[in-house]
């Protein structure tokens, strides 16, 4: 067999490897192996890990296979194997896509460049966030139904023109009348940029994570969905309890009070905004001072 030949024509090149090693094969040897820890820690997240499985089902059934001089089996095996790569890669697309998305929003690479990925030209105040809390109280009162979403570096543009554009400033009143019930904007989501609404009825990814709970709606799973594909922050009023919920990063904190709303949406908006521009600022003032 054509592909058990080049294997074991593999396996014969480390007998010619250099048993002697410098400094760049001890980091070209850790490197390889923080890739592959990640790798795994990835993979058993997601779907990736079961076909993982499924594939050393195979292997160990084509190895058996081989010694019991299956040749049949062989050849139709050598047939399809040629076209396994390209049909792993199709069906690990949504996860390969997340996990490059990931990548790319790690924060360790901020520190590194002086400027900004994201789409936001305005800081969200702690003004806003009373606005949006107070709102979100009084809804949850009467038991009107919100979703409201917190564009961060991720551009929610995408969303944005699925809606109806507002361009208002944030207030609570003003969330309070979006949402009241037979109105024209109550239905979908409110997009809301550092501090004003800019846009209405904005519709929204629907999360297929199977581990959030059956009693909860398109409202929560909307919420989720969009914390999996942006970094947005998304609070979730219910219609049917009045309870009240955040989304961020896949992640659903449900039952929030309104002091627990309030510093949950000042930790994620407030603290690491200022963190970001302390870096930011103290990089652009060594720059200078070199100059």
């Known amino acids: 067999m054509k592909w058990i030949q080049a294997f074991n024509g593999y396996l014969s090149k480390f007998s010619l490897y250099r048993m002697t090693m410098d400094i760049g094969d001890v980091i070209e040897i850790i490197i390889i192996a923080v890739l592959l820890y990640y790798i795994l ?40 194997l040629s076209f396994a790569v390209i049909a792993l890669i199709i069906m690990l697309q949504p996860e390969l896509r997340k996990a490059l998305e990931e990548l790319g929003t790690k924060k360790i690479w901020r520190k590194f460049f002086l400027f900004e990925i994201g789409n936001r030209g305005e800081i969200t105040t702690v ?32 969303y944005e023109q699925t809606g109806i554009e507002i361009d208002g400033i944030v207030s609570s009143q003003l969330l309070i009348n979006i949402f009241e019930k037979n109105t024209p904007l109550h239905d979908g989501a409110v997009l809301i940029r550092g501090n004003r609404i800019v846009s209405a009825t ?50 659903l904190f449900r039952n929030l009070d309104a002091e627990q709303l309030c510093a949950k949406l000042e930790e994620l908006l407030i603290e690491e905004e200022s963190e ?16």
């Open 202 to 251: 904005c519709y929204l990814p629907l999360s297929v994570n199977l581990s959030i709970s059956k009693d909860l709606g398109t409202r929560h799973r909307a919420g989720v969905g969009i914390s999996e594909v942006t970094d947005s922050i998304t609070v979730i009023v219910s219609e049917e309890t009045g309870r009240i919920s955040l989304a961020y990063k896949s992640e």
């Open 41 to 80: 820690a990835w993979t058993k997240k997601t779907k990736a890990w079961a076909l993982i499985k499924g594939m050393f089902v195979i292997l160990a059934f084509l190895a058996i296979a081989y010694f019991a001089h299956m040749d049949t089996i062989l050849w139709m095996a050598q047939n399809v």
């Open 276 to 291: 970001e521009n302390k870096s930011i600022l103290l990089k652009k003032g060594r720059s200078k001072a070199k100059k």
């Open 127 to 158: 003004k806003t966030i009373k606005e949006i809390v107070q709102a979100c109280m009084e809804m949850a009162r009467v038991r009107t139904g919100a979703l409201i979403v917190i564009e961060q570096q991720f551009s929610m543009l995408e």
